[in-house]
């Protein structure tokens, strides 16, 4: 059965360890999509760095960001988007700021925070144009439309965190913890998004009248390897 879609994650997938896309990489998909396939890109990262590297390999396809709450381009009407309750986002950074927890949050191709603290966001050193809103204790206009919110410490036990919200909001956010960050996502969906964001991609393949072959890492190390590309290694920012 010809493949008719790859998703990739980007760290620890398509990246190196320095955050880039190898040529010999971009060659094998660029093969892949000439010979019909398309390509993008599934990650826990916000959208501007996931259409960033899309437009690195040339995928003109709708990206898969946030853990699959957003599914789309820039522009246009999304093929799939799930936003926090406006109401739920200001008292969860309510409740942040109050512990002088460090968060971060996306609204469409933009990232809120209360400051920009450069080692928190190093992974995103090779997506051009990334740039942080520093809002300070200004956070209360910036609710509407979020799809992920963000917690980040690189030194305290981010379960510690995880476990506070669960006891303070009970069902109404699901804490996933990653290397290094816990990201709070509605329980509503606690199946994951990326899995929920690959399926929504059906209606955009639909004309084509094909079924969709969700592919993770071993479809990239699979293609790699015939061009005789080794593993890359990674972290996992969101």
């Known amino acids: 059965m010809k493949i008719k879609l790859i998703a990739l994650d980007l760290d620890g997938t398509l990246l190196t360890s320095d955050k880039v896309i190898t040529a010999r990489t971009k060659q094998t998909l660029a093969r892949a999509m000439a010979q019909g396939t398309a390509v993008t890109i599934a990650t826990g990262r916000m959208l501007c760095s996931a259409l960033y590297f899309a437009h690195v390999i040339a995928s003109k396809a709708p990206v898969i960001c946030c853990n699959g709450a957003f599914v789309g381009r820039e522009s246009g009407t999304p093929v799939f988007a799930r936003y926090h309750d406006p109401a739920l986002a200001r008292r969860f950074l309510t409740f942040c700021y109050e512990r002088s927890w460090y968060v971060n949050w996306y609204i469409g191709m933009e990232?809120?925070?209360?400051?920009?603290r450069e080692e928190y966001f190093s992974?995103?050193?090779?997506?051009e144009?990334?740039?942080v809103h520093a809002v300070g204790q200004n956070y209360l206009p910036y609710t509407n439309n979020v799809p992920q919110f963000v917690l980040r410490d690189l030194t305290?036990?981010?379960g510690r965190y995880a476990r506070e919200v669960t006891e303070h909001f009970g069902g109404a956010l699901l804490p996933q913890q990653n290397t290094g960050?816990?990201?709070v996502r509605q329980s509503a969906y606690r199946r994951s998004r990326m899995l929920w964001g690959l399926a929504l991609m059906r209606s955009w393949l639909?004309?084509?009248r094909t079924m969709i072959l969700t592919c993770s890492r071993w479809v990239h190390f699979r293609l790699c390897r015939r061009?005789?590309?080794?593993?890359?290694k990674s972290g996992h920012p969101s």
């Open 156 to 158: 305290a036990d981010i």
């Open 123 to 127: 992974a995103y050193r090779t997506t």
């Open 181 to 183: 960050t816990a990201s």
């Open 111 to 116: 990232i809120y925070a209360p400051a920009y």
């Open 206 to 208: 639909r004309a084509m």
């Open 129 to 131: 144009h990334f740039s």
């Open 227 to 232: 061009t005789g590309q080794g593993r890359q």
